[in-house]
């Protein structure tokens, strides 16, 4: 299985820069393409697509928000951070089953 | 607007059965993959199954093969998982996410709660 390792947690101000690490244990690259994935999860809600393919923003996202990555080293960048953006993040990986998150990245406010 | 609703969650014994439904709406859902995601009380998301946009493919985690069946109507637009055996572990909220163009869950519902206790 691919394990993907995240941060428990990160404190950041408000209007500053948020950055959030996910790595792999296997290249997740296939054909030119990163099958990473973020998430956010905000306490009480099902969990709500941000990024796929590493680095594009899903419908309806703010570009606050942005991706980067290859290989086995991933991104998530939130900037300038907001109130709203407390919330649990996740990497996923979809090269290969089972499909497998990180364990969260869990954003506070200092 | 794309919805997916959960139901048929609750408290269940250790070793009985419970079935999960997802009613899909706002979308053609004979044409998108599905997947049962899950998460443990206060823990992070787990993948449990998936299957194809017609039933004819289905794969598991290894802790549930065996135990759980997913199944899809698409004359229904309804996901269910057969859940046999349930076990304590096997206790978590269970979210119904369709496939995104490259395998990300594009859109989940609000999830149903499932509880394996005595």
């Known amino acids: 299985d691919i394990v993907l390792t995240q941060s428990p947690a990160l404190a950041v101000s408000l209007g500053q820069r948020a950055t959030i690490s996910c790595k792999t244990n296997?290249?997740?690259?296939?054909?030119?393409?990163?099958?990473m994935h973020w998430y956010q999860q905000k306490p009480g809600q099902q969990p709500k697509l941000l990024i796929y393919?590493?680095?594009n923003l899903a419908s309806g996202i703010p570009a606050r928000f942005s991706g980067r990555g290859s290989g086995t080293d991933f991104t998530l960048t939130i900037d300038p951070v907001e109130a709203d953006d407390t919330a649990t993040y996740y990497c996923q990986q979809s090269r290969n089953l089972p499909w497998t998150f990180g364990g969260g990245t869990k954003l506070e406010l200092k | 607007e794309v919805q997916l609703v959960e139901s048929g969650g609750g408290l269940v014994q250790p070793g009985r059965s419970m079935k999960l439904s997802c009613a899909a709406s706002?979308?053609?859902?004979?044409?998108?993959?599905m997947a049962w995601v899950r998460q443990a009380p206060t823990k992070g998301l787990e993948w449990v199954a998936t299957i194809s946009y017609d039933g004819s493919s289905t794969y598991y985690r290894d802790s549930v093969k065996g135990r759980f069946t997913i199944s899809r109507d698409n004359a229904k637009s309804t996901l269910y998982l057969q859940m046999n055996s349930l076990r304590s572990e096997d206790t978590a909220t269970y979210y119904c996410t369709r496939d995104g163009p490259t395998l990300e869950r594009d859109y989940w519902g609000q999830g149903v709660m499932v509880t394996v206790s005595s």
């Open positions: 296997q290249n997740v690259d296939y054909y030119g393409n990163s099958y």
């Open positions: 393919l590493a680095s």
């Open positions: 706002g979308f053609t859902f004979s044409n998108y993959g």
